[in-house]
């Protein structure tokens, strides 16, 4: 298996800015996590998905954010209008059950907003 | 104003010495644990787990202890390298809830 897979890996957008990232998570696993990484703040779940259901989406920073889950194989993160704190890496992870099997993370996006 | 960031603990050990970086979880009904190792520019990798009806499990030049009583949590990591040098994350967990991640643990292996 490939392991989880997001693109791009690295994005550069200006302020105002719509950024939409991807996710294609291990075949077989039924749930989803994005993630936002920072050295202020560290590792952040924003949003949890379970068979394709957004189940919890209190990390979510505002409305700006948004997250979808079409099909078991692809999700979008999508951030509208852009802003410099967004900078940050956003890892998309997968797993097997909800709770209680390790997640498996993919290589991450790095967002630069200027 | 200055802005600060995230200071993680830091262990430094020689290349070839025994490492050990611990963890101290919160919820007592946890019953699954979860090592991360995550390496400059990489994602957090799955190096190794641990369910509550254990205390101890070995794999490969690394063994994680469980302590329920207290609710401490180690990874062991043998003859370390220079490539182990990675922040290390612990993840407390249990069937149907997110798994809480632990704030990491920089290792830093001098050659």
């Known amino acids: 298996d490939a392991g989880v897979i997001q693109s791009p890996r690295h994005e550069v957008t200006e302020m105002g800015q719509e950024v939409t990232l991807r996710c294609k998570p291990i075949?077989?696993?039924?749930?989803l996590f994005w993630y936002r990484q920072t050295m202020m703040r560290g590792l952040e779940l924003l949003i949890y998905?379970?068979?394709?259901?957004?189940?919890?989406d209190s990390g979510m920073p505002e409305d700006r954010f948004s997250a979808k889950m079409p099909n078991a194989s692809f999700s979008t993160l999508k951030i509208q209008p852009s802003e410099p704190r967004d900078s940050a890496v956003y890892f998309c992870?997968?797993?097997f059950g909800q709770g209680g099997y390790a997640q498996y993370f993919g290589p991450g996006t790095r967002l630069t907003v200027t | 104003g200055e802005s600060v960031g995230l200071h993680l603990p830091t262990l430094s050990v020689q290349e070839g010495d025994n490492s050990i970086i611990n963890c101290a979880y919160s919820?007592?009904?946890?019953?699954?644990f979860i090592w991360y190792k995550q390496e400059s520019g990489k994602g957090p990798q799955f190096i190794i787990d641990?369910?509550?009806?254990?205390d101890k499990r070995q794999g490969q030049r690394v063994t994680v202890l469980l302590n329920k009583t207290v609710k401490h949590l180690s990874l062991q990591i043998a003859a370390t390298q220079p490539g182990d040098s990675a922040v290390y994350f612990c993840?407390?967990?249990?069937?149907?809830?997110?798994?809480?991640f632990g704030r990491g643990t920089s290792l830093i292996v001098h050659p």
């Open positions: 993840a407390e967990n249990m069937m149907g809830y997110i798994p809480t």
């Open positions: 919820n007592s009904a946890s019953d699954y």
């Open positions: 992870a997968s797993s």
């Open positions: 641990i369910r509550s009806n254990m």
């Open positions: 998905f379970n068979n394709n259901v957004p189940i919890d």
């Open positions: 075949s077989g696993h039924n749930s």
